[in-house]
């Protein structure tokens, strides 16, 4: 019964098996992500959320094949239909999709995405009518590719010249009586050039490409356009089926730029998508660690050198904040509701005291250089941190105000000073640091931080100068300069600024907020500089913001190949990580935030001075 529907069900029932299986085939970043999530997550043995990426689109695409197999197998289930005609069904188009998604040059980097021509959309507004786009089945390449998958078949193709030619008939009649009588003139329905339904498809994909060129080249060029045309045939046995126009819209679409491509693929054996390597099973830091803003903070963070709480209750008592701090607070930001933000606040102080018990920032740092250097404590001469001009000012500046307690205002001048001319200053230097703190003096080579010579690295740095860029610092690179290329993104008039934040000797001055770059609202220039530097040496950065991780990665994997940039390293050069060891540098290194929580103490008395 209908074994042309059933054989369209096998393949449906195929292609859902072969989907649990499917996974993404870009590498997955250097990463390492020493968060409290990350590590309960590997504790249970459930991988985060990067890891196990799934295709943006994949999981419609299988609910469409799910709601054509179930249609599919209720009418065949049933012996009544056996003398009905054949199903219509959406098979052979979900088919030619997904065969599309396992041949597409990879990475894919969604299904079934809608662009549109207009990069800026207007706002939504009530009513029924919206922005139609033009849909693309599956972004290939990373990015660098569109296909578009048509099914339709010559029959479809000849119907629609034959109500063109009725048209053009219809206009060729009535040519004269309209001359002779303008006063009744109408629009005539006749195309004034070759025109048909592929071709419109055709200069839609070609428009909306140039609009959505992809990101990160000097002179950005639009995807490439492959057009499947599954079931048309320009030179079909059948007589009755043939047509010149077809083969001159097929032209047509070839010189518009698409690559058209004519047929259904081979009925192969399904591949699996398999990772073009092996998972390094362990990321290391390199000796030398870049330190971005956030880092520098929880550096001289008083959660991170305090005793550790005994208790959650301990750790949500310590942080409640006095009576004077409120009335100081709410007297600045002139808002009545400042208490309930105060609360919101010290809770999360709260919970990074529990982090901080959980796994101490200093001694993570300190077991993760362990394994690199091989000695206890990590060597001085071996191990080196950094930090832009950019990040250590603004550090001071943020602790130095009142937002920082007396021992954190001390700890930042000790850590950020500019110059140590001997070794009695870098010795007071250690001691002022490591004062008070739950750590014995000298439990990491912390001091002295490195400055690079600049907010960012030169276009053309010495070589000698460069550390060891696997390729995915090279992508970072490469993307970031891309990113600080577009400039900052304009500050809102709309946005009320900041309250002025006093400093150590109760002066007010505003800090600037920090700009946001246009390419990305979500993240600020100092940090893309950051990882900028940190890229350029073949440094691991080391950042307590994972918002912005995750925004410099989707930046990366969308940019892609843009420039020359590969996504994979040339053949002849040194892969990434080491076969023998399996172990690979991380470019970037995740810890949770430790904010200045001095000032929020319950248990401590209120010193202005450091």
Not at 218 to 239: C, E, G, K, N
Not at 375 to 404: K, M
Not at 478 to 494: M, N, Q, V, W, Y
Request: hydrophobic content about 35%; glycine content about 6%; aromatic content about 4%.
């Amino acid at each position: 019964m209908h074994p042309d529907l059933c054989h369209l069900r096998d393949q449906l029932r195929a292609i859902l098996r072969d989907m649990v299986d499917f996974g993404p085939t870009i590498s997955t970043p250097p990463v390492l992500d020493s968060s409290f999530e990350a590590i309960e997550q590997e504790k249970t043995g459930v991988e985060e959320a990067v890891n196990r990426e799934s295709v943006p689109g994949l999981r419609s695409l299988r609910d469409a094949v799910q709601r054509d197999l179930d249609v599919l197998e209720k009418f065949l289930a049933d012996a009544d239909n056996a003398c009905l005609p054949p199903l219509s069904t959406n098979a052979p188009y979900l088919i030619a999709v997904w065969s599309e998604v396992l041949h597409a040059p990879p990475p894919i980097v969604s299904i079934w995405q809608t662009f549109h021509e207009n990069t800026h959309p207007k706002p939504r507004t009530r009513g029924p009518r919206k922005t139609p786009g033009v849909k693309v089945d599956v972004v290939a390449e990373n990015g660098h590719r569109w296909i578009r998958v048509n099914t339709v078949k010559n029959s479809r193709m000849l119907a629609e010249f034959r109500e063109l030619d009725s048209y053009l008939t219809d206009s060729d009649s009535g040519a004269e009586s309209t001359r002779s009588s303008s006063s009744d003139h109408r629009p005539s329905l006749a195309p004034t050039e070759f025109d048909n339904s592929l071709l419109r498809m055709g200069c839609s994909l070609v428009t909306a490409a140039q609009k959505n060129p992809f990101p990160g080249t000097v002179s950005p060029q639009p995807p490439a356009i492959t057009l499947r045309l599954t079931r048309l045939d320009p030179l079909p046995t059948d007589p009755k089926a043939r047509d010149p126009r077809i083969r001159r819209t097929i032209e047509s679409l070839r010189e518009m730029g698409i690559d058209v491509q004519l047929g259904e693929r081979d009925v192969v054996p399904i591949p699996r998508a398999v990772p073009k390597r092996p998972a390094p099973p362990c990321l290391q830091p390199t000796l030398k660690v870049n330190l971005d803003l956030s880092l520098l903070i929880a550096l001289v963070s008083d959660i991170t050198h305090a005793p550790l709480p005994s208790s959650v209750e301990e750790a949500e008592a310590r942080f409640v904040p006095p009576p004077s701090y409120v009335a100081w607070k709410r007297e600045r930001a002139g808002v009545p509701t400042e208490a309930e933000g105060s609360m919101k606040h010290s809770r999360a102080l709260a919970n990074q005291a529990l982090q901080e018990r959980s796994r101490g920032l200093l001694q993570d740092m300190y077991d993760r250089l362990i394994k690199v250097t091989g000695q206890s404590p990590p060597s001085h001469e071996g191990v080196e941190f950094w930090t832009t001009p950019e990040a250590r000012d603004r550090c001071l500046r943020i602790v130095l105000s009142r937002i920082g307690g007396a021992g954190e205002r001390r700890r930042a001048r000790a850590l950020l000073a500019s110059v140590i001319k001997s070794s009695s200053d870098q010795e007071k230097a250690e001691e002022t640091y490591w004062h008070g703190s739950r750590y014995p003096r000298g439990f990491l080579p912390l001091l002295p931080i490195r400055v690079f010579a600049s907010d960012e690295p030169p276009e053309d740095p010495d070589e000698q100068n460069v550390g060891e860029q696997s390729e995915f610092s090279r992508q970072l690179a490469h993307t970031c300069r891309a990113i600080l290329a577009e400039g900052d993104a304009p500050i809102a008039t709309s946005s009320p600024p900041p309250p002025p934040l006093g400093d150590g000797n109760d002066e007010d001055e505003a800090i600037p907020r920090a700009a946001a770059t246009r390419a990305n609202p979500r993240l600020t220039s100092h940090t893309v500089r950051s990882l900028l530097w940190g890229a350029a040496k073949g440094y691991t950065t080391m950042t307590a913001n994972r918002a912005s991780v995750k925004a410099i990665l989707r930046e990366v994997k969308a940019r892609g190949r843009a420039a020359g940039v590969g996504l994979n390293a040339p053949s002849g050069e040194a892969p990434d990580y080491d076969d023998s060891t399996g172990v690979e540098k991380a470019a970037i290194w995740v810890v949770d935030p430790r904010s200045l929580a001095e000032g929020m103490r319950s248990d401590l008395p209120l010193i202005d001075g450091a």
